[in-house]
Every structure is written in C-alpha cells, then in structure tokens.
C-alpha cells in the first residue's frame, strides 16, 4: 500500500511539472522539433510524453534550461521561435545540418551563458543583436559559413571566456574594442577571411592561453606587446600577410615571445584546432 501511495505521488508529481512548463516554451520546443527535421532525429522527441523525458532538455523549476541536441542530425533552419525560450542559460547544437541565418530572436535569451552552434551550415551575418547576451562566457560558432564583419556589439560581452568563431568567411579587421573582453580565454578567428593590421589591444586580454589567427589576410607585424600575455600556451599566427612568419606555438612551456619570428625560415608547427 505504502509503495502504491509512492507510485501514485511520484506521478502526481511529474504531471505537475509538465503542467508548468508554460505552454510558450512547449510551443517553441514543437517549433524547433518541426523546423529541423525532429522525426529523423538520431535521439528524437515523443511529443505526446511529458517534456521532462525529451532527449537533451533540462528543466529546472518549471523552466527550460538547457537543450543540448550535438550530434543529432537536426537538418533544416532554426526557427524564430527559440527566442521564446528566455530561461535558457545552455545550448549546444553543435555537429548537426543546420542552415540558413542565425535567427535575431536568440537576443532574447538574455540567461545565457553558453551559446555553441558549431559545426553547422549557418550562414549570412552574425547578428549584431547578439552583444545582448550579457551574461554569456562562452560563444562558439566556428565551422560554419557566417560572412561579414565581427560585429563590434560582441565586444561588449564582457563575461566572455571563450569566442570561437574560426572556419567562416569572415571578413574586416579586429575590433580594437576587444581590449573590453577582459576575462578572454580563448579567442580563435583562424581559417577566415579577415584582413588588417593585428591590434595591440589584444595585449591587454592578460587571461589569454590560446590565440589563433592564423590563415586570414592579416598584415603588419606581430605587436612586441604581446609579451605581457604571460598565460598564454598557444599561438598561431601563421598563413597570413605579416611582415615575417612566426612559428605556431602549443604547449604548457612556451617559448618567449620575442623567439617566435622564423629563423631561416624553418618552423615547427602544431595541429591548429578550436
């Protein structure tokens, strides 16, 4: 009887949960499932079960707070609707099929702080809108095929560790506002388009432990002041249009700063990876 009475609370309990999960959030969830393909997913949703048993959401306190659907064979445009998720703190969509613009509503998301849609096929600008996100450490878009300028807007995303947006085509020179991300870890802009002189301001990111530039168009010399970056373990600066080549650093020892310039143009280089 006792067991019965446990058996019969626990299920009260579950369907109380399911019933407060707002039906706005349900709704944005039925929209991201329709949008990518849901049915061929490798881990799909029974959309008749309560949400608290669809693969890769987290609830807490009646809030969504958490998707993390990487590897999962999502096809298709994500929907404008996953703004309405604004409880949000993690999404990782990484390694899927996804395509076409990156929708402006992830703005409203303002709880995140972790944003990966890596390894994908995202395409167009990346959304200036996306410098609203206060609360985001880490930003990781690389592998896709985002176009256009680092909007100036990310630069005020002053919590960032992590800004991964290497294997695009991104274009334009770096923001010299970038000096703002003070709590910068890794910052990877390799394997772009980008252009312009490398600026000193990146010296003032004193937590940097990886930075890599390397195959864009960038010019001019490596600033001397990059010795005050006295975290850092990995560099690579190489394939671009500096004044010298420099060999492409990785490791807990690196060497100085001042011994990274090429002598007789020999090197030794690392595997470049985010």
Same mark, same amino acid.
Do not use: C, H
């Given at each position: 009887?006792?067991t019965l009475k446990l058996i019969i609370l626990f299920s009260l309990v579950t369907v109380y949960s399911f019933a407060n999960v707002s039906s706005n959030q349900?709704?944005?969830?039925?929209?991201?499932?329709?949008?990518?393909?849901?049915?061929?997913?490798?881990?799909?949703?029974?959309?008749?079960?309560?949400?608290?048993?669809?693969?890769?959401?987290?609830?807490?306190?009646?809030?969504?707070?958490?998707?993390?659907?990487?590897?999962?064979?999502?096809?298709?445009?994500?929907?404008?609707?996953?703004?309405?998720?604004?409880?949000?703190?993690?999404?990782?969509?990484?390694?899927?099929?996804?395509?076409?613009?990156?929708? !402006?509503? @992830? %703005?409203? =998301? /303002?709880? $995140?702080?972790? &944003?990966? +849609?890596?390894?994908?096929?995202?395409? #167009? *600008?990346?959304?200036?809108?996306?410098?609203?996100?206060?609360?985001?450490?880490?930003?990781?878009?690389?592998?896709?095929?985002?176009?256009?300028?680092?909007?100036?807007?990310?630069?005020?995303?002053?919590?960032?560790?992590?800004?991964?947006?290497?294997?695009?085509?991104?274009?334009?020179?770096?923001?010299?506002?970038?000096?703002?991300?003070?709590?910068?870890?890794?910052?990877?802009?390799?394997?772009?388009?980008?252009?312009?002189?490398?600026? !000193?301001? @990146? %010296?003032? =990111? /004193?937590? $940097?432990?990886? &930075?890599? +530039?390397?195959?864009?168009?960038?010019? #001019? *010399?490596?600033?001397?002041?990059?010795?005050?970056?006295?975290?850092?373990?990995?560099?690579?600066?190489?394939?671009?249009?500096?004044?010298?080549?420099?060999?492409?650093?990785?490791?807990?020892?690196?060497?100085?700063?001042?011994?990274?310039?090429?002598?007789?143009?020999?090197?030794?280089?690392?595997?470049?990876?985010?």
């Amino acid at each position: 009887m006792k067991t019965l009475k446990l058996i019969i609370l626990f299920s009260l309990v579950t369907v109380y949960s399911f019933a407060n999960v707002s039906s706005n959030q349900k709704d944005a969830l039925i929209a991201l499932y329709n949008a990518t393909n849901g049915a061929e997913w490798n881990s799909t949703w029974d959309l008749n079960a309560s949400i608290d048993t669809w693969y890769g959401v987290k609830i807490e306190n009646n809030k969504i707070v958490e998707i993390n659907l990487q590897f999962n064979n999502l096809q298709g445009e994500l929907p404008s609707q996953i703004g309405d998720l604004t409880s949000l703190q993690k999404i990782n969509l990484g390694f899927n099929k996804i395509t076409g613009k990156l929708p !402006v509503t @992830i %703005a409203n =998301l /303002t709880e $995140l702080t972790s &944003l990966e +849609l890596f390894m994908n096929r995202f395409e #167009g *600008d990346i959304p200036s809108e996306l410098g609203k996100l206060k609360k985001l450490e880490s930003l990781k878009l690389y592998s896709n095929k985002f176009t256009g300028n680092i909007p100036e807007s990310l630069m005020e995303l002053t919590n960032l560790k992590e800004l991964l947006l290497g294997s695009n085509f991104l274009t334009g020179n770096i923001p010299y506002q970038i000096s703002a991300l003070s709590k910068l870890e890794k910052l990877s802009l390799m394997d772009n388009k980008m252009d312009g002189e490398i600026p !000193v301001e @990146i %010296a003032q =990111l /004193t937590n $940097l432990e990886e &930075l890599l +530039l390397s195959t864009n168009q960038f010019t #001019g *010399d490596l600033p001397i002041e990059f010795i005050n970056l006295t975290k850092l373990t990995t560099i690579m600066v190489s394939d671009n249009n500096l004044n010298q080549e420099y060999i492409s650093v990785s490791g807990k020892n690196p060497p100085s700063l001042m011994q990274l310039e090429l002598q007789n143009s020999t090197a030794t280089m690392d595997i470049e990876k985010d």
